[in-house]
T-cell receptor
Framework: EAAVTQSPRNKVTVTGGNVTLSCRQT?????MYWYRQDTGHGLRLIHY???????QIGDVPDGYKATRTTQEDFFLLLELASPSQTSLYFC????????????FGPGTRLLVL | GDSVTQTEGQVALSEEDFLTIHCNYS??????LFWYVQYPGEGPQLLFR?????EKGSSRGFEATYDKGTTSFHLRKASVQESDSAVYYC??????????????FGKGTKLSVKS
């Protein structure tokens, strides 16, 4: 089973702050995804990537940047954090041969004051 | 665009009760359908999936049948346990040519089971 790790697990910042969330997967999956999870909205896709250097826009991309530096590492950047970005963020990965089954990390809880 | 509708936001049951969580979808193509489960403090994990009409997916006593006619994939379990308490997500995959594979999730159903 895929191993997906996220750091930090918890983060507090202030409005206007700069935040980077990190995700690493160790099973050589091609696809990686960033979601946010909010009560009443479920899981919403922010950005995703199918390889190093590639970035695809998700369903709720406003206010977020992302970068895929290697096959293993995918970062989510909030350059001017706002309270509306307070959420639980999940990273996921999937492989190319079975690309529709996604494996999720444990999540990062972000609070923007 | 594609969408998934879960009717129940929360379900509260007692042990050994029968569970049904309704899931209906809308998609332009022929999607693969999923149920994911998320236990407290964890990320979602795949429960099972189905890829074609009338296919039944099942795992851990849960099951759902892909129904293209009614565009549904309802989750059922005959006898729930306290350990089944979790959030359940219905999702669909629109491979869209392969390079844009992504999942569309419903809003989730929180199941609480009391002993």
């Amino acid at each position: 089973e895929a191993a997906v790790t996220q750091s930090p697990r918890n983060k507090v910042t202030v409005t206007g702050g700069n935040v980077t969330l990190s995700c690493r997967q160790t099973n050589s999956h091609n696809y990686m995804y960033w979601y946010r999870q909010d009560t009443g909205h479920g899981l919403r896709l922010i950005h995703y990537s199918y390889g190093a250097g590639n970035l695809q826009i998700g369903d709720v991309p406003d206010g977020y940047k992302a970068t895929r530096t290697t096959q293993e590492d995918f970062f989510l950047l909030l350059e001017l954090a706002s309270p509306s970005q307070t959420s639980l963020y999940f990273c996921a990965s999937s492989d190319g041969a079975n690309q529709d089954t996604q494996y999720f990390g444990p999540g990062t809880r972000l609070l923007v004051l | 665009g594609d969408s998934v509708t879960q009717t129940e936001g929360q379900v509260a049951l007692s042990e050994e009760d029968f569970l049904t969580i309704h899931c209906n979808y809308s998609a332009s193509g022929y999607p693969t359908l999923f149920w994911y489960v998320q236990y407290p403090g964890e990320g979602p994990q795949l429960l099972f999936r189905a890829s074609r009409d009338k296919e039944k997916g099942s795992s851990r006593g849960f099951e759902a049948t892909y129904d293209k006619g009614t565009t549904s994939f309802h989750l059922r379990k005959a006898s729930v346990q306290e350990s089944d308490s979790a959030v359940y997500y219905c999702a669909l995959s629109d491979l869209g040519g392969g390079s844009n594979a992504k999942l569309t999730f419903g809003k989730g159903t929180k199941l609480s089971v009391k002993s």
